[in-house]
């Protein structure tokens, strides 16, 4: 609940832009009223390969509402590590509504360290905010193996937002995400 005021359709779309049926099933961090979730949706995924993860009580109550086929996790994103989801298999994208910049450098890491161990290779963690800049920061990167790259912005949204798209960096299978034996 970071921001000023709900994301707005033209963010929801650039935030989505890259994820389609292939990407089932696709994991979402901070849905809140469900924007991004309507979004995937409009994009052809069914909300049976959705999970939506969602601390807000209120707001899940509501996704429950609104989404009644996809899974509905109430709990702290920080917490993903250990879960298991979608029967097992692996997502081909996340999508994050979640206010990264109000969060410590160890809830970051945690966050994408436990989504990461929910994605497929070549999976990507999509994030926006209302910063200047990629609201993870350089040494949480780093330190998980990740690379980080703007896919665009857009000045209809209020305030105006930019989306990253987080991935594994190709240069570094051997790091705390690689994939043994598969």
């Known amino acids: 609940m970071a921001a000023i005021a709900p994301s707005g359709p033209a963010l929801a779309a650039l935030i989505t832009s890259e994820i389609g049926t292939r990407h ?10 469900g924007v991004f979730t309507r979004a995937l949706i409009a994009r052809g ?19 429950r509402t609104r989404f009644p086929e996809a899974q ?25 509504g979640l206010g990264l910049l109000s969060m410590s450098p160890r809830t970051v ?16 963690f999509y994030q926006f905010t209302y ?23 857009t000045l209809r949204n209020l305030p105006p937002a930019s989306v990253y798209r987080i991935a594994r960096r190709p240069s570094a299978p051997q790091g705390p995400f690689a994939q043994h034996g598969h």
């Open 45 to 63: 995924l069914a909300p049976e390969d959705l999970a939506l993860v969602e601390l807000d009580d209120t707001f899940a109550g509501l996704l």
């Open 131 to 153: 910063g200047p800049r990629c609201p993870v920061p350089r040494p949480v990167l780093d330190r998980l193996g990740l690379e980080a790259r703007r896919i665009g912005g």
């Open 109 to 124: 890491m945690a966050i994408l360290s436990g989504t990461f161990a929910h994605l497929r290779p070549g999976a990507a």
């Open 72 to 96: 509905i996790l109430q709990m702290s994103a920080a917490r993903l590590r250990g879960l298991s989801l979608f029967d097992g298999r692996k997502a081909g994208a996340a999508v994050s």
């Open 24 to 33: 089932a099933p696709v994991l979402e961090l901070g849905p809140g009223t």
